[in-house]
């Protein structure tokens, strides 16, 4: 099995389709309409994926804030953003919190798994 996947999408078509390609890719894949939930799994339960994809506009936060959030307890997983307008703002924006990676939307599941290998692979190299 490839490694686990946090995917949070708030779109729920989207966040189903996605989730059940990233399953047949092979991957864990726990998948939330929210930052929130995603982050009660991290904070309360515990549960430290390989990797997090988040969209960028979500209800209450976006998944900025929640990579912010991550580096401010100091989780370091890579993080990829996914966004139906990619603008300066939110290419800094990835930047400063150090996202592995971003993609625009529409993006198809071979985009989404190389994204995720890449950011993985790069990962495991900065901690080796």
Known sequence: MKQHVFFIEDETELLSAYTEL?????????????????????????????????????HKMTGIDIFKHLKNKNIQIPMILISGFVDTFIVTQCEIVGA???????????TLV???????????????
């Open 100 to 110: 592995s990676g971003l993609i625009e939307k529409p993006y198809d599941i071979q």
């Open 22 to 58: 990233l399953l047949s890719e092979g991957y864990k894949v726990d998948s939330f309409s929210s930052g929130a939930e995603a982050l009660k799994a991290i904070d309360q339960k515990g549960i430290i994926p390989d990797v997090l994809v988040s969209d960028y506009h979500l």
């Open 114 to 128: 190389e994204t995720i290998d890449r950011a993985i692979e790069k990962n495991k190299i900065l901690i080796a």
